[in-house]
């Protein structure tokens, strides 16, 4: 076995699959170059080689002599990041002791604590501290902190069933305490006796102390450790609030009880005990409902997780691909080059590429792709998705945590850990929490025993001095004083204030998942509603990132050369060719005629900047099994994206053409394929009309090349790299929310506008480099407004980290754009809109949540502090427990109604508007503001009644009408345009609409 090293290169300038499969092809013919396996989403390249023959620096030069930037990785492990699981947490007030007290020691660079996810993420600088001091530093605030990894994944999971049971139970003894307690209370309150058992001590205050001993020190046990842990390190929580509330109310009412007894009192004193039970019943309950609803928040974290399939099936196959052997194996034994068969039902263990079989599979829950995807031989496929039909082998070839799975999950979770800008003041409030409110309830007992003293009246209505005595106004003063100081200490809660932006974070970002949209974090979730113009790419973002062949205009009768044996000999012969326009043509072909064979070369010759030529033979195999009738089908589909109904009408039938290139087939074919000189250059004449043809399209942004056989011109392709079917769409709805849309491209002007007025963009930046772009976005964002852009997530790198929202478009399997604050895993620009949509979405229900959140501290603390008592409003402690329980779990509720939130589908967006919008579009209008280059000067909507944009508008369209005054030509033409959206028209007018556009 051949000793093979590994080197990681940085690529950076891929655009599409057909870069990536341009370096893989290059280099895996270098000598000493083993394999190559490049990722386009996260621009890196992994190549094992001979270092016998060649270094990593070579590598990587052989590369960028391709025309990309490649660099040597160093290795980049340790790079002071570390993820922690935090247990002990319990409100707010705990986050921001973590936070502020961490930061303070050395070498802690970032930290950032989640309450709701109940981990941690720091960032630390290795010479100076490191994880053993870190994990120390928590420790010694009084909380639990371990590692995260897969062997405690379970155990964690383990600990937060437990919490929970731990809750259930206090609340079930709480209640079997409380629920008599209350019973108790309440015949205590209608017959207002209390039979004395011996002078002090009376039934009802027996009962109660029977009924609160076991709940004040059993069912509160655990409030008692996490308050003690608290205390213990000079720190509040939540925890405090409620041992001082409980722990006051029942040593007072004991102490009551005893003097009472102590003086041999006629009738027992008015005691507090019920406030334990009741408290602690409706605490508990909030605490078991809180962690129950906080586990669902990661339900989407969970759902992905369980797509991951436990076994494999690893294939052993001969030299001529038959299967030897197979044997069950667990995934994570799996490695990067192992075949692996998946029958129909299963899911595909890892990511990977089909080698043989066609199946299709639902990626559904990966992607949000509704529809089934179909695979072919050369298809990725994706770990997770489950196999419909048919039986596949793949090739893995991202295993692991490198798994697409694996990484969106690793993206859900950081965005779950990070927090929102706007929950730093709710942080900061918290941290002062709980000391404020215990000196307001220090404040209402002393306010209130003063005013007890001072005006009986307020707090005994039917106060006499003749009637009541000192020690009877004593009882009733400190009573009222003490409940009304143990309800504030009862009813403050900041732990809603904690909850209220991480629970919709979680549920935000987890349903975002779920539908293909990856959202890093609270801050881009927050932000990302607030843009207000949006930059698109061109190229991959835009439109589809590779060549399509976009029209065909045959020159000639069939009976000269049937258009399944023009086919047939163009792709055949571009097939020996290395370009990209010549790739573009054999696709096309491929799948028009449904084949994968060819005919046979001979002569073959590639001159650059002109064209091919050679001589194409036996083409019969290419097209036995289909004829002229499923070409023209063919052309419809969605894949290949063509509207060709009746151009053809005037053709032999297709059985004659069939008969006809059969027996062609013995013939062999001189082809010429190339521009106009290479025409020339032949001595081939290129009349008007072929010179008009060709000058359209290319107008058009396209590339136009003519394809002569025996000596004469029969056609014309014209190649582009074609928009998007949903691009318009997607324009139109951003434009309909107030955003203001530009193009911003390397291109040309001319390709540039052509592509703008396609799908409805007015203001383009062309010719820029890629260097350049950062500079646009830092124009556009100085004019004061939120910036976001949307690019590839590999060549826009630096201008989707300048933006305020980068958003990358990814293809389903390399999602890790590191540039990037959003990836859309499916290539699909409506998620743009959708990922906005689930911002604002969020942010709103985040703001809701802040309300009812404050509200019940802004408003209840000072009704529990009795400001509104000589109006008769009040409340006593156990309904302020309540209130306290009720605030943390609406909190959480209200963030779970998130998962409600469906992505705007193309089907809800399509309204008549639209479709009115797209009838009414001017096919003349050139009203398109364009700034080239580095130029400094941003184009200025000028506004619709500017003198200067009528007349330039006018001159426009009396220039473009003339030039289209001409007589229509005898020709045939496969007009190969993206699919548009219309209504139930006239079929004419739309035919001719679509030409025109």
């Not at 000072?862 to 309540?882: D, H, K, N, T, Y």
């Not at 509720?893 to 001017?922: G, M, N, R």
């Amino acid at each position: 076995m051949e000793d093979l090293e590994k080197v990681t290169l940085k690529v950076k300038g891929m655009t599409c699959a057909s870069c990536v499969a341009n370096i893989e092809r290059h280099l895996g013919k270098v000598e000493g170059v083993k394999s190559v396996l490049v990722a386009l989403m996260s621009g890196k390249a992994e190549v094992r080689y001979d270092a016998a023959y060649i270094l990593p620096g070579q590598i990587a030069n052989h590369v960028t002599e391709l025309g990309f930037d490649a660099t040597v990785l160093e290795d980049t492990a340790g790079d002071g990041v570390i993820e922690l699981g935090i247990s002990g947490m319990t409100c707010a007030s705990c986050v921001h002791r973590i936070e502020s007290n961490m930061l303070t020691r050395p070498g802690i660079v970032e930290c950032a604590i989640a309450l709701s996810t109940n981990k941690g993420r720091f960032v630390y600088e290795p010479d100076k501290t490191g994880v053993r001091d870190i994990i120390a530093g928590i420790k010694d605030l009084g909380y639990d902190a371990y590692l995260l990894n897969k062997d405690n994944a379970v155990s964690v999971e383990m600990e937060h069933q437990k919490t929970i049971r731990i809750w259930r139970n206090s609340f079930l003894l709480s209640l079997i305490c409380g629920l008599p307690a209350v019973i108790v209370m309440m015949f205590h309150m209608i017959t207002q006796k209390d039979r004395p058992i011996i002078p002090g001590l009376g039934v009802i205050n027996l009962l109660l102390f029977l009924l609160a001993t076991p709940v004040q020190f059993v069912g509160a046990r655990y409030f008692y450790i996490q308050a003690y842990k608290a205390l213990k390190h000079r720190s509040t929580n939540m925890d405090v609030l409620v041992v001082l509330a409980t722990t006051i109310a029942y040593v007072y009412s004991i102490g009551v009880l005893l003097g009472a007894m102590a003086t041999r009192m006629e009738e027992s004193p008015m005691t507090l005990f019920e406030t334990t039970p009741m408290l602690v019943t409706f605490i508990s309950l909030g605490r078991w409902l809180e962690h129950i609803a906080k586990g669902k928040t990661s339900e989407a974290i969970h759902k992905l997780m369980s797509l991951q399939a436990t076994e494999a099936t690893l294939v052993t196959m001969d030299s001529s691909e038959n299967v030897i052997n197979e044997t069950k194996i667990n995934v994570d034994l799996v490695q990067r080059g192992d075949l692996l068969r998946v029958l129909p039902g299963e899911k595909v263990p890892v990511d990977g590429r089909v080698v043989s079989g066609t199946s299709n599979c639902d990626e559904s829950l990966i992607t949000g792709e509704s529809m089934p995807v179909a695979k072919l031989p050369g298809s990725s496929v994706i770990g997770g998705s489950i196999n419909e039909n048919g039986s596949l082998i793949i090739q893995a070839t991202h295993v692991g945590a490198d798994s697409a799975l694996s990484q969106i999950v690793r993206l859900v979770e950081e965005a779950q850990t990070s927090k929102a800008p706007i929950q730093q003041l709710a942080d900061t409030i918290a941290g002062y929490f709980v000391p404020v409110v215990c000196v307001i309830a220090s404040v209402t007992l002393i306010s209130w025993i003063i005013v007890g003293y001072v005006s009986p009246t307020t707090i005994l209505p039917d106060y006499s001095q003749n009637v009541t005595t000192d020690g009877e106004l004593a009882e009733e003063v400190f009573a009222n004083a003490f409940q009304l100081a143990i309800t504030v200490l009862a009813i403050a809660c900041p732990c809603a204030l904690g909850l209220a932006t991480p629970t919709a974070v979680m549920v935000g970002t987890g349903v975002g998942a779920v539908n293909g949209i990856l959202i890093k974090g609270g801050e881009p979730l927050e932000t990302t509603h607030k843009v207000k113009t949006i930059v698109f790419d061109k190229t991959g973002t835009i439109t589809h990132g590779v060549p399509k062949v976009a029209s065909v205009a045959y020159f000639v009768e069939e009976k000269v050369v049937t258009l399944l044996t023009f086919l047939a000999v163009v792709g055949t012969a571009e097939a020996n060719s290395e370009h990209p326009i010549a790739n573009a043509i054999v696709k096309y072909v491929k799948q028009v005629l449904n084949t994968e064979k060819l005919g046979q070369v001979s002569g073959f010759k590639a001159v650059p900047g002109y064209g091919i030529e050679c001589t194409v033979s036996n083409i019969l195999p290419m097209i036995e099994s289909t004829s002229r009738d499923q070409v023209l089908s063919n052309c419809n589909t969605e894949e290949v994206g063509s509207d060709i109904d009746g151009l053809l009408a005037a053709a032999s039938d297709a059985n004659s053409s069939k008969r006809l290139a059969a027996n062609e087939n013995g013939e062999k074919y001189a082809l010429l394929v190339g521009n106009r000189d290479w025409m020339r250059k032949n001595g081939l004449s290129i009349t008007p009309e072929m010179d008009m043809k060709m000058s359209k399209h290319e107008n058009q942004g396209q590339t136009a090349v003519l394809c002569a056989i025996n000596g004469q011109i029969v056609a014309m392709l014209a190649v582009a790299d074609t928009v998007k079917e949903e691009a318009q769409l997607a324009i139109y709805q951003l434009k309909k929310k107030g955003l203001n849309v530009f193009l911003l491209t390397g291109d040309n002007v001319k390709t540039a506008k052509a592509i703008a007025k396609q799908v409805g963009i007015k203001k383009v930046f062309a010719e820029v480099l890629p260097e350049h772009k950062v500079a646009k976005v830092r124009q556009l964002q100085s004019l004061g407004e939120k910036v976001a852009m949307v690019g590839d997530g590999v060549n826009d790198s630096p201008a989707l980290a300048q933006a305020d929202v980068g958003i990358a478009i990814g293809t389903g399997t390399d999602v890790a754009v590191e540039a990037a604050d959003v990836v859309l895993i499916r290539n699909d620009l409506l998620d743009v809109y959708g990922a906005i949509q689930l911002s604002a979405t969020t942010v709103r229900r985040i703001r809701v949540n802040f309300f009812f959140a404050s509200i019940y501290n802004l408003v209840g603390i000072p009704i529990a502090a009795g400001v509104f008592m000589p109006v008769g409003l009040e409340l006593q402690p156990w309904m302020a427990s309540a209130a306290m329980a009720m605030s943390s779990v609406s909190v959480v509720c209200l963030s779970l109604l998130l998962k409600l939130w469906k992505k705007p589908s193309k089907h809800s967006i399509l309204t008549d508007a639209y479709f009115k919008h797209v009838y009414d579009l001017d096919p003349f209008d050139d009203d398109i503001q364009v700034t080239r280059g580095v130029d400094e000067t941003l184009p200025i909507d000028r506004g619709k009644g500017s003198l200067r944009q009528s007349i330039h508008s006018m001159i426009s369209k009396l220039s473009n009408t003339n030039s289209n005054n001409y007589t229509p030509l005898s020709t045939m033409e496969i007009g190969i345009q993206s699919k548009s959206y219309s209504t139930s028209r006239d079929q004419d007018e739309d035919s001719e609409r679509n030409s025109i556009v």
